[in-house]
């Protein structure tokens, strides 16, 4: 039988305020997250879900935002049915296609099928195209690499494309391992290791790369781990937060040893590069 999920439509003013929302819901057991123009789409677990759940949203209860929602069910097989319908193909750079396992198979170098399962990384999102942008400009050849928060597993296949040497892919959520694990097998990688886990689970290996697309809150309880297992070549590239949150980013990674270099920016997110001293 399906598991059966309930999606969560947020209307946001102003805008603003989702990727606080975000940060909070991620906390409670959402699993995913879609954006859009007046806010955004969270689903849950019906099993996770409870009445007074919203209680721990502070932002729900703030003057400086207008939040309402309407709360809806939807079974995982139609999820994915929906998904399909509305899922073209995604170009990034002039090698790379995202694309699922129903299109046909591009000419790019980088032919990458992703079949989401309720996971984040389609390559639809700013964040995940800033992401990969940077890794096809870095050379990969022969790094070890971890990639905290893989979701689908799209930023670690293309470090394996890319020819790196191993990666380590970790998410805390079941359904982003698995999801992981299917996509590994679809884009016939063999150097990527998943693991359910968290990024204490790393700690004891160092890492040429660190990559990391997850929620600005979830990303700064991550720096004190993060600085644990680079060495003084490490390069950390994250994303998953706005330009407005890059001074403070900066301010804290350096506390870890982190030297900012630069950053992307699309639509206002950010991913930014750093090299550890």
Same mark, same amino acid.
């Given at each position: 039988? =399906? ?84 899922? =073209? ?21 980088? @032919? ?34 971890? @990639? ?130």
């Amino acid at each position: 039988m =399906d598991e059966l999920f309930l999606t969560v439509t947020f209307n946001v003013r102003p805008v603003s305020g989702v990727e606080i929302l975000i940060a909070e819901l991620s906390y409670l057991g959402f699993e995913m997250f879609e954006e859009n123009q007046s806010g955004l789409i969270a689903y849950i677990k019906d099993s996770d879900f409870s009445e007074n759940i919203f209680d721990k949203v502070r932002i729900l209860s703030s003057k400086e935002f207008i939040i309402d929602y309407k709360i809806s069910k939807v079974q995982n097989k139609n999820w994915n049915e929906n998904w399909e319908k509305n899922f =073209d193909p995604v170009e990034i750079g002039q090698n790379c296609t995202i694309r699922a396992p129903f299109h046909n198979p591009s000419k790019k170098e980088y @032919d990458i099928i992703i079949k989401p399962e309720m996971s984040f990384g389609t390559g639809h999102h700013e964040t995940t195209q800033l992401m990969i942008e940077y890794l096809l400009e870095q050379n990969l050849e022969d790094k070890s690499i971890c @990639d905290i928060g893989c979701g689908t597993g799209i930023l670690s296949i293309i470090s394996e494309k890319r020819g790196a040497k191993f990666v380590d892919a970790i998410d805390i959520n079941i359904n982003c391992y698995h999801n992981t694990l299917e996509n590994i097998i679809r884009n016939n990688c063999c150097k990527i290791k998943t693991t359910h886990s968290s990024s204490e689970t790393l700690i004891g290996n160092l890492y040429d790369m660190i990559l990391s697309n997850i929620t600005l809150n979830n990303l700064k309880n991550n720096f004190e781990n993060f600085n644990k297992i680079s060495n003084n070549k490490t390069t950390l590239i994250l994303s998953g937060f706005y330009e407005n949150d890059l001074e403070n980013v900066n301010e804290v990674l350096d506390n870890y040893g982190f030297i900012f270099s630069d950053y992307k920016s699309r639509n206002n997110w950010v991913a930014s590069r750093y090299y550890h001293k």
